[in-house]
């Protein structure tokens, strides 16, 4: 059938599966959206406050549904806008396709309204991208880059189409996207025989998990994993989920902001499995001495990310789900209960603790995981706020925890939670934000009410960039330099102009019935919650310093 460009480019997102997109219009990508309003039935658009909102929109989406998520944008300063979203996907691995459109080929080079080379831009923050500047190439361009997104380690793909490829016709063919099948890549049985001989030798095996678990739909094989050796298992932000956390084998998240009982195991384990982790310096800390008692065996699907951070003893390049299905097969069951008694003795030891006197980050997290059942999807942005998520809720399956780990996106969260109530309309969905990361994109506020998208946001207002002043003051002699956000800013009256219902609390008696009032709510809601400028995120570890010097409050207060 003869088609145009723009029509081409819906046709070949129908073919993918793809349902939802989110953007914003402009000059050379008017085709498009005209072709867009044909298919409106068949596509749903979702407008959003600025083109930043709609890249971490698709993010949130990919990473809450496992599938492509896909974003708009016209050229220039509409396609720079999505810069920010699109590294930040690419920092955690997430499969989006960001389509823009340039200026005719005619124009190219000819610094012409609105003409940026988006491509050049984007080359370090993409896993792939393209320009189609012959209406021959889109059809297969389009297809391949939701090929590149998904397969092997996902990343986000972009597609630059100029304005005269959307506008021209040719004859279109349907196809069946080919399906994606984990490759084997480079292990064999002499990899896999290597590393159960190495878990047979151990007596303090421990797992670590992260995001690349995730990604493979690995949970069920990391469980069974755990149980055949025996062992205890910690994550990184990116692997909450990956394995149950009200499991008794969990130990809490490893690094910076991860439990003594993690940082202390991990130092003293003699094995240590890392299963789709890529060694973040927030997690090992002082590399050199990162699990020095221990041999390690690293499984990641990117032979990139192998000896990269951290020098291991057996790497194995291949899809998680795969290596782990095969080495469980092969396993006989294995029994540390000193080792495992020895890892109870630190969680009973050193727990997760804060100052429950007044309204407190730690409180809140811990009514919403219990008024949601620990069913909730949880998006953050980037601080004290994340982390707080991060070690007080229960998350209990994988894509439940939506965060910004790699690039630290502050303002990532409010898209990102839109994205993901898109994706999981039957479930709850909460974004935890702190007031400067609020204040970044809190426009968006306008796209939920638009559509009526009920998203939860809550927002720790302590009226300073929180982990910034932490740092302050522990490394920098207390000199709050531009981090105090004391004005006359009223988030809730910002809120309800936006359209949406606002809540304000200011006790601890106040939380729970603010919960349940936005959790009936058919419609967006904003839950301020005042608390103190002081409260910390402990335990933590100095940057740089080893992990087993994870100190907190106490250790603080006795030095």
């Known amino acids: 059938m003869l088609l145009t460009g723009s029509q081409i480019v819906a046709e070949c997102l129908i073919e993918q599966g793809v349902d939802t997109v989110f953007g914003y219009p402009g000059g050379t990508i008017l085709n498009v959206y005209d072709a867009l309003y044909e298919y409106k039935d068949r596509i749903n658009h979702i407008l959003t406050s600025h083109e930043q909102g709609a890249a971490h929109a698709a993010d949130g989406y990919a990473r809450a549904t496992g599938k492509v998520g896909v974003c708009l944008a016209t050229s220039g300063p509409g396609a720079t806008n999505l810069v920010t979203g699109i590294a930040t996907a690419y920092m955690d691995s997430s499969p989006v396709v960001a389509i823009t459109a340039n200026v005719a080929v005619s124009l190219l080079g000819r610094d ?3 003409e940026i080379d988006i491509t050049g831009v984007t080359i370090p923050i993409t896993k792939h991208n393209f320009i189609v500047k ?4 889109l059809a297969p361009t389009i297809r391949k880059a939701f090929q590149i997104a998904k397969e092997g380690r996902p990343g986000p793909v972009l597609v630059d189409i100029t304005k005269d490829v959307t506008a021209a016709t040719i004859d279109f063919e349907p196809q069946v996207p080919e399906k994606i099948e984990p490759r084997k890549y480079t292990y064999g049985n002499q990899e896999l025989d290597q590393a159960i001989k190495m878990i047979e030798e151990s007596e303090k095996p421990y797992i670590f998990v992260g995001g690349g678990a995730i990604t493979s739909g690995a949970a069920a094989q990391v469980k069974e994993f755990a149980e055949k050796i025996d062992a205890p298992v910690t994550d990184s932000l990116m692997g909450k989920g990956a394995f149950d956390t009200t499991r008794p084998r969990y130990t809490g998240m490893l690094g910076m902001h991860g439990t003594k009982t993690s940082n202390f195991g991990v130092s003293k384990c003699d094995l240590l499995i890392v299963v789709g982790a890529r060694f973040s310096d927030r997690v090992t800390g002082d590399t050199a001495s990162f699990a020095k008692n ?12 192998i000896n990269k951070n951290v020098v291991v003893d057996l790497g194995i390049v291949g899809d998680a789900k795969s290596v782990l299905t095969e080495l469980n097969a092969k396993l006989t069951r294995q029994s540390h209960p000193q080792w495992l008694k020895e890892i ?3 969680k009973e030891q050193y727990p997760l603790s804060y100052d429950d006197n007044g309204l407190t980050g730690p409180y809140v997290i811990e009514q919403i995981d219990y008024l949601t059942n620990s069913e909730a999807i949880i998006c953050t942005d980037v601080g004290q706020h994340q982390m707080w998520a991060a070690q007080y809720y229960r998350f209990r399956r994988p894509r439940q925890f939506i965060s910004s780990g790699g690039a630290g996106t502050m303002g990532f969260g409010l898209g990102a939670a839109m994205g993901a109530k898109l994706g999981n309309p039957d479930k709850t969905v909460f974004n935890i934000a702190g007031d400067g990361c609020f204040r970044m994109n809190m426009n968006e506020l306008a796209t939920l009410s638009r559509y009526n998208i009920p998203v939860i ?30 004005d006359k800013v009223d988030f809730c009256k910002v809120a309800e102009g936006l359209g949406c219902k606002a809540i304000k609390v200011t006790t601890k008696e106040e939380v729970a ?5 936005a959790m009936e709510y058919n419609g967006p809601v904003v839950i301020e919650c005042i608390i103190d400028q002081d409260d910390k995120v402990f335990p933590m570890v100095a940057p740089g310093a080893p992990i087993a010097k994870a100190f907190d409050a106490s250790d603080l207060k006795n030095k």
């Open 513 to 517: 019935p603010a919960i349940k009032e």
């Open 134 to 137: 012959n209406i021959k190439d």
């Open 344 to 346: 109870r003795d630190l």
């Open 457 to 486: 946001q809550v927002v720790m207002n302590n009226h300073v960039l929180g982990m910034v002043r932490q740092w302050q003051t522990l490394f920098y002699g207390k000199r709050y330099s531009n981090t105090i956000l004391t």
């Open 112 to 114: 012409s309204f609105q």
């Open 294 to 305: 221990a041999k390690i065996i690293h499984i990641d699907v990117d032979a990139a990310e």
